[in-house]
């Protein structure tokens, strides 16, 4: 008898849906083919025990086995359901009438449990682009294939429970979730608050522009000055996901396998601080399965490096092409897959390799010439990318003890959110052009072109401060952004000079400068 169930193969984002083919003939041999990794030849072995431990006599037949299309590489333990329920299908211990209008996807255990499986949102997306009429999940996964709508999702236990429901023995309810209800309200609950930072003004004030534009920002000051801190509540000021982020977001987690058990959607931006060990591999995605790495993990959120300069310099420099393209494309021999890495990219660095090169509490004891050599760790086309550099100081005791609480994070995400309601109003007609950090060469031009004064004020701070030329570009979508933040005029000669002192790495002399 042959009989047909159906699962998907989840390759980057997008889920191919997979035609298992199961066939029952006389004799004692099993035969399985489609191109299926080892993990789906061994799914035989589970699924015999798992029909043996709910009461059910494994069948005694030559079991032909054909995943299709044939020429797609088959991976994980996900086709274990479906393949099972193929097997009794054609043993006849279950009905195939509702088969063709049913999805399913999960791991079994020995026991006939089932257990949660990754890229469950890509599978769910796709049956409901095939019209299936439901999907068969582990019930850990269920909320998460839930949030697709015109689809019946039932989170089932085991084995038995897809049984009854097949055979018309038992009547299961749909999982529902009220996306929108969740996805709002979960919205503006963070742990981190900017009203927990004791003075750092000027830096607050950095990440407070950088959040508005969606620049890259480096910051640069000795140890315990607070630049992982205030790094790590940068996500609560920027502006909240919409919808159609939030699904892509989450998408990538769920392919990744990083979504936590009953989660639906990601509501908050993403926050990913991977160590300076990380290699190229987990940076940017890849491995035999190609998985999204870090810096798609990032996507519409924000990736920290902190201690930039004690990441390997080829593991930095491949972030060149992502942070340019806002995409990584991912090249193997027999496949290439894209994922999507529009992120905020914040670093932080000591000033030197003692970290002391500017505090006044503590001796720097690094030479000039040890200062460039640890600064030229970090090079140009990589620095290029970064819009903003920010000096941190150390707040001192006394300022510490006196200190009350600052400006709320809810407070500059208000005016966070203005600004980037003026710059999407602004490049409305433009694809793909969200914020000021995204402005071609054109559009500076169009938009951000300086008047008299300020280019005069741009051409002597080039000039004393030993600018380079790639700073010129980055100064005017700063200072584009910091009009935006005061209602959106044009550039005026006070944003230019603003702008000017994030470009503290550009100088020339930052290696001779007192400190």
Known sequence: MLVKTFCAEV?????TTVTIEVNLTRGMMFHLSGLADTAVKESYDRIRAAIANIGLKPPTADITINL????????????????????????????????????????????????PVSGILSVAIRARKEQFKGLFVPRENAREAAVVNNLEVYGMDNLVDVISFLNGNEAYEPTSVDTRKEFYEQQYSFDLDFADVKGQEGVKRALEVAAAGGHNLIMVGPPGSGKSMMARRLPSILPPLSLAESL?????????????SGTSLISQRPFRSPHHTVSQVALTGGT???????????HHGVLFLDELTEFNKSTLEVLRQPLEDRKITISR????????????????????????????????TCTPGQISRYLSKISGPMLDRIDIHCEVPVVPFKQLSQMGQGETSEVIRERVIKARRIQEERYAGFKGIYCN???????????????EQSLEMLRLAMERLSLSARAYSRILKVARTIADL?????????????AIGYRSLDRGDWAERSA
Do not use: W
């Open 437 to 451: 950090a995204q402005m071609t060469e054109r559009m500076i031009h169009q938009y951000a072109e300086p008047d």
């Open 288 to 298: 035999n399965k190609p998985h999204p790495g870090e810096v798609s993990l990032a």
């Open 248 to 260: 892509e977001t989450t998408q990538i987690h769920s392919v990744a396998g990083k979504l936590a």
């Open 68 to 115: 299709s299309p044939a020429d797609i590489r088959k991976e994980g333990s996900g086709y274990d359901l479906p393949l099972a329920v193929g097997i009794l299908a054609a043993h006849g211990k279950v009905s195939d009438t509702l088969l063709k209008d049913y999805m399913m996807i999960g791991e079994l255990g020995l026991d006939g449990t089932l257990k």
């Open 486 to 498: 005061e209602g959106g005029g044009p550039v005026q000669s006070h944003h230019i000079a603003e």
């Open 11 to 15: 390759m980057g984002l997008e889920a």
């Open 333 to 364: 021999a027999k496949y290439t897959v894209e994922y999507p890495c529009s992120f905020m990219f914040v670093a932080s660095m000591n000033p030197c390799p003692c970290g002391y090169y500017g505090d006044p509490t503590h001796q720097c």
